[in-house]
């Protein structure tokens, strides 16, 4: 059990990789607080957990809502007496919006639910983390995070500012026992798409052509659950601070 009795929150946790990081944790002894926007998914996963024997909990909270994210961290205080682990998973897609393209309206929603929805967790988290003496944070970023035409331009920037976060993050906090660290997926089967009904064609054809060019496996949500769990427990007590990517290889060529 390498997460027996940690207080867990994931975001996102309703679906993809949030879901089988949920399921896979709870499995290794951590109570998960399972957050989402999507209440019926929620409760699907919760009582998964529950017939698997498992503890947890569900919030409905939207990460791009300051009293949701309080809510949410709050609740695991308060059901499960602390809080060891925040993973910053939940986030959208762009349409592939080129930066030619890209609306007002997109900019700011992917900003708000990708980058500052984890800021605001952080910040609600940290102080609990200082008065316990550590704990850990992971961040879901994405190859997006660490090249420029894995999506459209918002999310790239999204994406490459979450790693940012996590590094000053990981540096500044390191010394009290709290490591920041982030996984960087390649492509995963989810629900996740492209993040709207009519991708942008310049955008899509731009950022297929890298994806064409380089050999691109697709995962499975359980593979990047694995590495959340090594970033989670103590398997990674000197990883901080870093991106662990994992994409089958794709950005290796
Ligand atoms: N699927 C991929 O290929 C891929 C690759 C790299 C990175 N990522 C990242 O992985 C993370 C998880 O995505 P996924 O692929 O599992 O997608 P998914 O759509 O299957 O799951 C995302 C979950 O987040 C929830 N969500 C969306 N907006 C929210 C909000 N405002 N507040 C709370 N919850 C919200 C959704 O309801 C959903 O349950 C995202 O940050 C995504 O950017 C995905």
Redesign the pocket.
């Known amino acids: 059990m390498k997460l027996q009795d940690k207080s867990v929150v994931i ?10 990081m949920a399921l896979l944790f709870a499995e290794e002894g951590a109570k998960v607080v399972v ?4 209440e019926a ?1 929620i409760q699907a996963v919760v009582e998964e957990i529950a017939t698997a024997g498992g503890t947890a909990v569900g919030a409905v ?5 300051e009293e ?1 994210v309080a809510r949410m961290i709050d609740t695991a205080v308060q059901r499960f007496g602390k809080l060891d682990v925040l993973v ?6 762009d349409a592939m919006m080129t930066a030619e393209s890209v609306t007002d309206d997109m900019w700011n929603k992917v900003m ?3 980058v500052t ?1 984890p800021m605001r967790a952080i910040r609600k988290a940290l102080p609990i983390m200082k008065a316990q003496g550590g704990g850990v944070i992971v961040n ?5 995070g660490l090249f420029g035409s ?1 999506a459209g331009a918002a ?1 790239t920037a999204s ?1 490459h500012a979450v790693i940012g976060l996590t590094k000053n993050v990981g540096f500044q906090y390191g010394k009290l026992g709290i490591r920041c660290n982030a ?11 492209v993040g709207g009904s009519q991708p942008d064609e310049y955008g899509i054809q731009q950022a297929m052509t890298g994806m064409a060019l380089q050999r691109m496996d ?2 499975d ?1 359980k593979y ?1 659950a694995s590495v959340a769990l090594f970033l989670a427990s103590d398997d990674s007590a000197f990883v901080n601070g870093t991106v662990v990517t994992a994409d089958g290889g794709w950005t290796a060529y």
């Open positions: 975001t996102g946790a309703a679906s993809g990789m949030g879901k089988a957050a989402d926007i999507n998914a909270a939207n990460v791009a809502k949701d910053n998973n939940a986030g959208i897609m708000e639910i990708n929805g879901t970023a994405s190859v997006g894995r999310y994406k996984i960087a997926p390649g492509a995963v089967a989810t629900n996740i798409g697709v995962g949500p990047i």
